[in-house]
């Protein structure tokens, strides 16, 4: 069954730090190109970070810098690590999968056909 699940969203003050996670069915997580999508109030849904089969990840100019993709492969799960938070960074976060990509991954979010439930960030001023 496939299964994408996140944690670790809350609310902290511009400048602060969390770290999602995103527990993936074994598959899904050793096969394919997997992201981190965001999508604000009123926005559409952006790539914010993505990473292929083989460990090779992008980031949205918007982050570069500021956050980090990572993954625990004995686990299964992606992280996503976000410093130095904007108020700007406010949105509901996701975990994604493209079944038919494994490199050259796409910030396309229509392309990712698998998602999990979203967790929310609230960064204050």
């Known amino acids: 069954q496939v299964q994408l699940v996140e944690s670790g969203g809350g609310s902290v003050q511009a400048g602060g730090s969390l770290r999602l996670s995103c527990f993936a069915s074994?598959?899904?997580?050793?096969?394919?190109?997997m992201g981190w999508f965001r999508q604000a109030p009123g926005k559409e849904r952006e790539a914010v970070a993505t990473v292929d089969r083989y460990g090779l990840t992008t980031y949205a100019d918007s982050v570069k810098g500021r956050f980090t993709l990572s993954r625990d492969n004995a686990k299964n799960t992606l992280y996503l690590h976000m410093e130095s938070l904007k108020p700007e960074d406010t949105a509901m976060f996701y975990c994604?999968?493209?079944?038919?990509?494994?490199?050259?991954?796409?910030?396309?979010?229509?392309?990712?056909?698998?998602w999990g439930q979203g967790t929310r960030v609230t960064v204050s001023s």
């Open positions: 994604a999968a493209d079944s038919g990509r494994f490199y050259s991954c796409s910030r396309i979010y229509t392309d990712y056909n698998y």
């Open positions: 074994e598959y899904i997580y050793h096969q394919y190109c």
